[in-house]
C-alpha cells in the first residue's frame, strides 16, 4: 500500500513554474510536519520547504521568495509552487511526511530545469 503519492515533476526552461503535489494515505493520522526535500547529483539531500500543522512555514534559503508551500490538513495533501525555476532546482523532489510516531517518504520525482 503507497503511503505517499507524488506528482508534478518534469522538464521546464529557466525561469519556468512547477507545481509539485504530494497525497498521504488518509490512514496516517496526527500529522505534523509535512515538506520537500530534494537531491541534486553530488550533493546531500535538503530540506526546500516543510510546514507544521499549525502553519509555520520554513524554507531554504535558495527558494525564499519563489517557492510556497501550502498543505491542506482535511485531506492529508502538501503541494509546493515552484515559480521562477532555476537550472540549480534540478533534482530530485522528495515529499516528507512525519507524524507522531513515524516518518515516511515518497518515491521522489524528478524537476529538470534546462538553461
Known amino acids: 500500500q503507497v503511503q505517499l503519492v507524488e506528482s508534478g515533476g518534469g522538464l521546464v526552461q529557466a525561469g519556468g513554474s512547477l507545481r509539485l503535489s504530494c497525497a498521504a494515505s488518509?490512514?496516517?493520522?496526527?500529522?505534523?510536519?509535512m515538506g520537500w526535500y530534494r537531491q541534486a547529483p553530488g550533493k546531500q539531500r535538503e530540506l526546500v520547504a516543510s510546514?507544521?500543522?499549525?502553519?509555520?512555514?520554513v524554507y531554504a534559503d535558495s527558494v525564499k521568495g519563489r517557492f510556497t508551500i501550502s498543505r491542506d490538513n482535511a485531506k492529508n495533501t502538501v503541494a509546493l509552487r515552484m515559480n521562477s525555476l532555476k537550472p540549480e532546482d534540478t533534482a530530485v523532489y522528495y515529499c516528507?511526511?512525519?507524524?507522531?510516531?513515524?516518518?515516511?517518504w515518497g518515491q521522489g520525482t524528478q524537476v529538470t530545469v534546462s538553461s
Open positions: 516528507n511526511v512525519q507524524s507522531r510516531a513515524e516518518t515516511y
Open positions: 488518509t490512514s496516517i493520522v496526527s500529522i505534523n510536519l
Open positions: 510546514i507544521s500543522r499549525s502553519g509555520l512555514i
